[in-house]
C-alpha cells in the first residue's frame, strides 16, 4: 500500500520557467512533509520540508504548497536551472508510523537550456 | 569528510551467501536507519535505531539484521542472500527520531547472482 504517489515519473522544462512536481498522500495522520533531490548514484538530500499546520514554506527558489484537505503537495522551483535536474521524492512523516520517511516513487524533472 | 558514510558502495555476491554493509556517521545524530529501494524505485524504511535501541522493525525478514555498536555506526548483515534482495540500501541518520534533517548515505547496490 502505496501511501506517498508522484503520478509523473518525468517532467521535463526549460531553463528560466516554472517547474512544479506533484506528490499526493493517502493517510491523514501525516503532519510533516519533505522533498529530497536525488542525483544519481548518490543518496537522497534534504531539500525543504513543510509542517501540516502550514500551508507554505519558500526557501529561495523553490516553494513547497501543501492542501491537506485534498491531501495534496506540489513543489514549485522558479527559476529553474539545469542544474535542478535530478529525481525529487516527496516523502510524509507521522508520529502513528515512527516518523520514519515514507517516500513516493519519485520524479525525473530534466530542465533543458 | 562525509556525513553518512557506507561501505561497500557496490556488493555482487552469489545466493546464498552472507554479508554485510557498514554505515558509520559522524553528524553526531542519535537516530540510524536503513532504507531500501528497490527495482521499482520505492525507498521504504527497514530498521531505525535510536541511541543504539532498535525503534523501527518493517516487515523484512529476519535474515535481515541491524546491529548498532554505539550510536555512530548501523550496520546491516544480510544472511542466506536472495536474488531479491538485489536492490540499494541506504543508510541515514537525524538528529533524533523526529524526521527533521535526515542525512543519508550515497548508497550500497547489492547484486545477487
Redesign the interface.
Given at each position: 500500500d502505496q501511501q506517498v504517489k508522484q503520478n509523473s515519473p518525468s517532467l521535463s522544462v526549460q531553463e528560466g520557467r516554472i517547474s512544479i512536481l506533484n506528490c499526493d498522500y493517502t493517510n491523514s495522520m501525516f503532519d510533516y512533509f519533505l522533498w529530497y533531490k536525488k542525483y544519481p548514484a548518490e543518496g537522497p538530500t534534504f531539500l525543504i520540508s513543510i509542517s501540516s499546520i502550514k500551508d507554505k514554506n519558500e526557501d529561495g527558489r523553490f516553494t513547497v504548497f501543501l492542501n491537506k484537505s485534498a491531501k495534496h503537495l506540489s513543489l514549485h522551483i522558479v527559476p529553474s536551472q539545469p542544474g535542478d535536474s535530478a529525481v525529487y521524492f516527496c516523502a510524509a512523516s507521522g508520529s502513528n508510523s515512527g516518523y520514519a520517511l515514507n517516500f513516493g516513487k519519485g520524479t525525473s524533472l530534466l530542465v533543458t537550456p | 569528510d562525509t556525513a553518512?558514510s557506507q561501505t561497500p558502495k557496490y556488493l555482487v555476491t552469489q545466493m546464498g551467501n552472507d554479508k554485510s554493509i557498514k554505515c558509520e556517521q559522524n553528524l553526531g545524530h542519535d537516530t540510524m536507519?536503513w532504507?531500501k529501494q528497490d527495482s521499482?524505485?520505492?525507498?521504504?524504511?527497514m530498521f531505525?535505531y535510536n541511541n543504539k535501541e532498535l525503534?523501527?522493525n518493517?516487515t523484512v525478514p529476519n535474515r535481515f539484521s541491524p546491529k548498532s555498536p554505539d550510536k555512530a555506526h548501523l550496520n546491516l548483515h544480510i544472511n542466506s542472500l536472495e536474488l531479491g534482495d538485489s536492490a540499494v540500501y541506504?543508510c541515514?541518520s537525524s538528529q533524533d527520531?523526529?524526521?527533521?534533517?535526515?542525512?543519508?548515505?550515497?548508497?550500497t547496490r547489492l547484486t545477487v547472482v
Open positions: - | 553518512v536507519y532504507y521499482k524505485k520505492f525507498l521504504k524504511i531505525s525503534i523501527i518493517e541506504f541515514a527520531l523526529r524526521p527533521y534533517g535526515y542525512t543519508f548515505g550515497s548508497g
